[in-house]
C-alpha cells in the first residue's frame, strides 16, 4: 500500500506509472505488428540506430528525444526502401545501421564540449525521468495507432501476414509499410527512457510472443500484448521500487519471467492429465 500512496504523493512516479500504461499499449500494438511481420530484428536496428540521434542532439545542445526520434525514423525509411529495392539485403541494412547509429552516436558525445553525459538512462532507461511532455506525446501515438488499427484493420492484417496477397487485394503495401515502420520508429523512441535503447527490444517482442502463445486471433493479440506491456512494465516499477534496481532492467526480468511461465503451464497440464 506504501507503493501506491507514494504514487498520489509524488508527481515524478504518478507519471511513471502513466507511462507505464501508455508505453504499454503502444509497444504491444506496434510488437505484435512486427512479431507477426518478422520485423524483430528491424526494430533493434532502428533502436540502435537512433543512439546516433542522441550524441548529435547533445553535441548541438538540442533535445536529445528529439534527435533520436528524426534519426530513428529515417534509418526506418532507409532499411524499407533500399530493401524494398532489392538493393541490399535487409539484414545487410539493418546490421550496417545498427552499429553506424551506435557509432555515430559515440563520435558526437566524446566531441561534445565539457564532460560526457549521462546516457544509462537512455542505454537502460530510467522510467522516473519521464516529463509531461513525454505522456501527452506517447497519448498522442496511442491515440493514432488505435485510430489506424479501427480504420485499416484488415490492409494491416494482410500486410503483415501475406503482403503478396494484399497486393492482390490491391491494398496500398507499400504505403501500409511505411506508415507502420514509421511509428514503429515513434513507439521506439518514445518508449526509450521507460526500459532504454538495449533493453527496448524485449519489451516490443516478449509481450507479443506471450499474447501468440494464448491466442492466434491477431485482434486478440493486440489486446493481450498492450494489456501484458503495460502491466509487466508496472510490475518492473514496482520492483525497482521495492529493490531500488534499474526499473528497465527489471520490467525485462518480470516479462521474462511471465514468458517462461506461460510456454511452462500447458506442459505441466499435460503431465497432471498423463
Known amino acids: 500500500m506504501e507503493f501506491f500512496k507514494e504514487i498520489i504523493t509524488y ?29 524483430v530484428f528491424l526494430s533493434g536496428g532502428i533502436t540502435h540506430a537512433s543512439f546516433g540521434g542522441i550524441g548529435m542532439a547533445y553535441y548541438l545542445g538540442i533535445n536529445p528525444i528529439g534527435g533520436a526520434l528524426v534519426f530513428a525514423i529515417l534509418a526506418a525509411l532507409g532499411i524499407e526502401t533500399v530493401s524494398s529495392r532489392g538493393r541490399i539485403r535487409e539484414d545487410s541494412a539493418i546490421g550496417m545501421l545498427w552499429s553506424l547509429g551506435m557509432a555515430i552516436g559515440i ?47 484488415r490492409p494491416i492484417l494482410y500486410v503483415a501476414f501475406d503482403r503478396e496477397f494484399a497486393r492482390s487485394q490491391n491494398i496500398p503495401t507499400r504505403l501500409i509499410s511505411y506508415l507502420m515502420i514509421v511509428l ?3 513507439a521506439i523512441v518514445l518508449s526509450i527512457r521507460v526500459v532504454g535503447i538495449v533493453l527496448l527490444i524485449s519489451l ?38 521495492k529493490t531500488d534496481i534499474p526499473s528497465g532492467a ?19 497440464g499435460k503431465r497432471r492429465k498423463a
Open 11 to 39: 508527481q515524478f512516479l504518478a507519471n511513471a506509472t502513466i507511462a507505464c500504461l501508455l508505453s504499454g499499449i503502444a509497444c504491444g500494438i506496434i510488437g505484435t505488428y512486427i512479431v507477426c511481420r518478422r520485423l
Open 107 to 153: 563520435i558526437f558525445i566524446y566531441m561534445t564540449p565539457g564532460y560526457a553525459p549521462n546516457l544509462m538512462s537512455f542505454l537502460f532507461g530510467n522510467i522516473l525521468t519521464v516529463t509531461h511532455a513525454d505522456l501527452f506525446a506517447l497519448a498522442g501515438l496511442d491515440m493514432i495507432l488505435l485510430l489506424l488499427f479501427t480504420l485499416i484493420y
Open 184 to 186: 514503429t520508429a515513434v
Open 204 to 241: 516490443l517482442t516478449i509481450p507479443a510472443v506471450i499474447a501468440n502463445t494464448m491466442s492466434r486471433s491477431f485482434s486478440r493479440m493486440l489486446v493481450l500484448a498492450s494489456a501484458v506491456a503495460a502491466v509487466g512494465t508496472f510490475l518492473g516499477l514496482y520492483v525497482s521500487y
Open 250 to 268: 527489471s520490467t525485462i526480468f518480470v516479462l521474462t519471467v511471465t514468458l517462461i511461465v506461460v510456454k511452462l503451464l500447458p506442459l505441466y
